[in-house]
């Protein structure tokens, strides 16, 4: 997508777009000075090519705790963004942290109304990942053992 097109879709009034970073890094792995760049910049250009203000963001992977942090957090404050997306699952509460929201994906069931899948996966919101993940290793496992290999040890 050029910057027309993306001038043209961002004007539809269909979707709203917001900011991601500028290099898709694990946020909580980068040095303050690293992570506040990646932010703050993608915001900026992002403004300079839609030509307003940008309120949304969202976080690359997502996961609060091992992706993004309180750090993070607080530089979406200071640059003026209103809603900051996870990849955490869950539903809206009226305690939601409105710079850390749940999402729920759909890719691989299909959006047909019809598909009872859709409303089991509503219904049960979080506790979805737990059950989908019976058996199978954790992320934080997962990525524990990654550094132990990037950092020449055993896993």
Wanted: net charge positive; hydrophobic share 35%; charged share 25%.
């Amino acid at each position: 997508m050029n910057v027309e097109e993306l001038r043209i879709v961002d004007r539809s009034g269909l979707v709203t777009i917001g900011a991601h970073t500028i290099n898709h890094p694990i946020l909580k792995n980068e040095d303050d000075q690293n992570s506040d760049h990646e932010i703050v910049s993608s915001i900026k250009m992002l403004e300079e090519l839609l030509q307003h203000p940008v309120k949304y963001f969202a976080y690359p992977n997502g996961r609060p705790g091992i992706d993004f942090g309180e750090r993070e957090i607080s530089y979406l404050q200071k640059n003026g963004i209103t809603l900051g997306f996870s990849t955490e699952l869950g539903c809206l509460s009226p305690n939601s942290n409105m710079l850390s929201l749940p999402r729920n994906g759909f890719a691989r069931m299909g959006l047909s109304p019809s598909n009872p899948l859709i409303y089991l996966r509503l219904s049960l919101g979080k506790r979805w990942i737990d059950i989908k993940s019976i058996g199978k290793p954790s992320e934080i496992k997962i990525r524990k053992q990654i550094n132990a290999v990037l950092m020449g040890e055993k896993p």
